[in-house]
Each structure stands twice: as structure tokens, then as C-alpha cells.
């Protein structure tokens, strides 16, 4: 598609339920990267793949959280046990390539309620 | 580490004045430099960056930017402000091999 594409837009779960949350990237982007978007807070970092690179997974809050890519294009972000804190909106987003200076776009998140 | 601020939680403006966002920006080499606008339940749009070359740099909607270096500033402007223009505004900053970093967010209120 011609943007980044997040599935589901909208999910409820029960707490301590897993919850799989898919990011379709901009085709050809070797870049990906999710993000959390807590109400009333800023974009915090979760994970960034690079192409084949180990991704940095420097920013997942807890093991609890994991998230993979296949084939170099999508990407599934997992949630286990899933907890009320981790309501929130999960954001994906793609680069064309590892250029710092190129522009990251973003897909139109994932609301995730936890009940 | 780099690091990202934005002073101001919300900045209120009447429709047709001048607006400034502000940012500064802490990073150990040189910046790469993003403002992004986020719409109620949207996802975040690209405004404008800037890479290297001339300090004010030009966007989406009439927005500007100006990098200045010496004050690791990045503030977001706009000669006169829409109603429309009314959202959540971020900035942020990027380096190679890393991930975005943003600031906190500004909320930005255009009345009529």
C-alpha cells in the first residue's frame, strides 16, 4: 500500500490475555520501528529492525514484550499477560534505509484497551 | 545520549498571529532534526527536518523551522496561525544507528 498499515486499528482485551498487534510497512522500507503513545504522553521507543541487523530492542518495557519481522517486511508486535498499564496506542513506522536524515512515517496506530 | 525538550506542555495563539513551538535538542554529534503533527486520533504527520544546509527550513501548511546550533534550538513557526492548525505538535531528533527520539509534546490551541 501506498502507507504504513497497522492491524487491528482498535482492541479490547481482558487482562492476562496475549494480544498481537501487525505493522504492513511501506514496501521497500528496510526500516521499521514501533513506538507507545500512553494518553496524555509522549512516543516512547519500544523496538527499530534494520534490515537483517539484530533489531534494538532496547526500549521493550518488559519480557512481556517481543517483537519480530519476517521476511524483512512485517512485523508483529506480541503482548503477553497483558496488563491495564499497557493500554495504550502502539504506533509503527518505516524508513526507506539506516539514513538518520530520511523522514520516518507513520502508520495510524493500534488502540489497545486492557480491561 | 541524545535527548529531546519541549518547554512548553501547550501554547494558545489567536487565529492570525504568529505561532512559535519551541525544542532543544541535546545530542553528541550532529542532528538530525524532525517536527511531526499529530491530528485527535491520528497518526503522527510529517511536518519538515532538517538535515544540513540552510538553517530555516521550509514544510507542510506553511510551517518553518529555524536550527540554530549555538542555542541546539529548533523552534517551529508559522507567520499566522489557522483554527485547523490546532493539534499536537512533536519535535524530535535522530542520529545514525538509532531510533527517533521525541519530545514530550506541545499542544497547540488556534481560537477564533
Known amino acids: 500500500g501506498a502507507g504504513v498499515s497497522q492491524s487491528p486499528s482498535n482492541k479490547v482485551t481482558e487482562k492476562g490475555k496475549d494480544v498481537e498487534l501487525r505493522c504492513d510497512p511501506i514496501?521497500?522500507?528496510?526500516?521499521l520501528y514501533w513506538y507507545r503513545q500512553s494518553l496524555g504522553q509522549g512516543l516512547e521507543f519500544l523496538i527499530y529492525?534494520?534490515?537483517?541487523?539484530?533489531?534494538?530492542k532496547s526500549g521493550l518495557p518488559s519480557d512481556r514484550f517481543s517483537a519480530e519481522r519476517t521476511g524483512g517486511s512485517v512485523s508483529t508486535l506480541t503482548i503477553q499477560r497483558t496488563q491495564q498499564e499497557d493500554s495504550a496506542v502502539y504506533l509503527c513506522?518505516?524508513?526507506?534505509?539506516?539514513?538518520?536524515?530520511?523522514?520516518?512515517?507513520f502508520g495510524e496506530g493500534s488502540w489497545l484497551t486492557v480491561v | 545520549a541524545q535527548s529531546v525538550a519541549q518547554p512548553e506542555d501547550q501554547v494558545n495563539v489567536a487565529e492570525g498571529n504568529p505561532l512559535t513551538v519551541k525544542c532543544t535538542y541535546s545530542?553528541?554529534?550532529?542532528?538530525?532534526l524532525f517536527w511531526y503533527v499529530q491530528y485527535p486520533n491520528r497518526g503522527l504527520q510529517f511536518l519538515l527536518k532538517?538535515?544540513?544546509?540552510?538553517?530555516l527550513v521550509k514544510g507542510s501548511y506553511g510551517f518553518e523551522a529555524e536550527f540554530n546550533k549555538s542555542q541546539t534550538s529548533f523552534h517551529l513557526k508559522k507567520p499566522s496561525a489557522l483554527v485547523s492548525d490546532s493539534a499536537l505538535y512533536f519535535c524530535?531528533?535522530?542520529?545514525?544507528?538509532?531510533?527517533?527520539?521525541f519530545g514530550k509534546g506541545t499542544t497547540l490551541s488556534v481560537s477564533s
Open positions: 524530535a531528533v535522530n542520529q545514525a544507528g538509532t531510533a527517533l527520539i
Open positions: 529492525f534494520q534490515g537483517n541487523s539484530a533489531p534494538d
Open positions: 532538517y538535515i544540513t544546509g540552510d538553517n
Open positions: 513506522a518505516s524508513r526507506p534505509d539506516r539514513a538518520a536524515g530520511n523522514t520516518i512515517y
Open positions: 514496501s521497500g522500507h528496510t526500516a
Open positions: 545530542v553528541s554529534g550532529n542532528p538530525y
